[in-house]
């Protein structure tokens, strides 16, 4: 974060968690290897605080929707990524 701030002084830093992992095939349940996800979030999110940079919970607005899950247990399907790319657009937006 040092580099960029030295790099590009006058960027716009927005910090996006991760998103939740499910099980494959059965994207209502959450797979076991999510609480590294978590973790993560969680970790990052302090350091994220502490550097001053807003936070576009990414994780929040795709738990608990397997609507938006392509199935995989990553990825999202098309309703998924619209939701997931207006969260991106307007947390831009609110840093600009």
Known sequence: MALIRRLAPNAKLIWATSTPITRNGQPQT???KNETVMA??????????????PTN???QI????PDLCSGDGYHYNA?????LGKAVAE???RAL
């Open 30 to 32: 959450l797979d076991p």
């Open 79 to 83: 309703a998924g990524y619209e939701v």
């Open 57 to 59: 919970d990414l994780y």
């Open 40 to 53: 993560r979030n969680t970790l990052a999110a302090g350091i994220m605080q502490e550097q001053g940079l």
């Open 91 to 93: 947390a831009i937006r």
């Open 62 to 65: 795709a738990v608990g929707k």
